[in-house]
């Protein structure tokens, strides 16, 4: 297999698209907004992206037939802007992957024309969360009115550690190539999945982008998720669980 190999399914002709990525993170945020999208609206296949970057390894279906790991790229025609999204299982495993398999995500992006790029993730409290705020980090300053105007907050030198994995190079590499790319995070405890999260960052991405997707199956996922958080605040005491280095973003 070739470094990497994009095996294009479908060509549909979007309208002003909107690069979005999510892909495995701190509190699975960016990845569950980016699947829940995919699932509440008419989204298509487009493409498949495989990489020797990924793990080797295959996923394995209900009735048993195996896929190479990969990321999918769908295309979504809204009321609002149309999106590309990208989501899948794994993110590259070494640092040289994460470059090519980030470029490899732009080329997609070029192909459609799209001139914005929204990576989606959590940054990581520490500590359990009550109430949810997303944090920003754009391209470029001219970017920052409108994002602030739907609710997304910019703190000078947060997420402390930078941004780490596919979303900081998104952000990096996109920028670079001429795209506005904006990073949206999740407040997060950064120890469990996070449906909540998930909730206030596609209720900004909605904003921006001008559509609504139905919100009832991160709301189920969310009620799950209460009685895990109920036994983990009793035992919170303040401390973390993992030391300063742990707490860096990584999506």
């Keep these: ?122 940054v990581p409290t520490g500590e359990l969360v009550e109430e949810h705020d997303v944090v920003g980090a754009v391209s470029d300053a001219d970017m920052k009115a409108d994002l602030e105007d739907a609710g997304v907050e910019f703190r000078s030198e947060e997420p402390a550690g930078g941004i780490v994995g596919s979303s900081g190079l998104l952000l990096g590499l996109g920028g670079k190539r001429g795209f506005d790319a904006a990073c949206l995070m999740g407040e997060t405890s950064g120890y469990l999945v996070d449906p909540k999260a998930a909730k206030v960052v596609l209720a900004v991405l909605e904003s921006m982008l001008g559509f609504e997707v139905d919100e009832e199956a991160l709301d189920d996922r969310a009620d799950e998720m209460e009685e895990v958080v109920g036994r983990l605040r009793e035992m919170e005491e303040g401390a973390s669980p993992g030391g300063d280095e742990d707490l860096r973003y990584i999506g």
């Design 1 to 122: 297999m070739d470094e990497i190999d994009i095996s294009w399914v479908a060509e549909p002709d979007l309208d002003d698209p909107v690069f979005v990525e999510g892909l495995p993170g701190v509190g699975h945020v960016g990845k569950l907004v980016a699947e829940h999208v995919v699932e509440e609206t008419d989204s298509e296949l487009v493409c498949r992206i495989h990489s020797e970057h990924f793990p080797p390894q295959v996923t394995v279906s209900d009735d048993s037939v195996a896929e190479l790991a990969s990321a999918e790229v769908y295309a979504v025609e809204t009321e609002g802007r149309d999106l590309v999204v990208l989501t899948g299982d794994h993110q590259a495993q070494d640092n040289v992957g994460h470059y090519r398999v980030c470029e490899a995500f732009l080329d997609v992006a070029e192909e459609f024309d799209a001139s914005e790029v929204y990576a989606l993730g959590g």
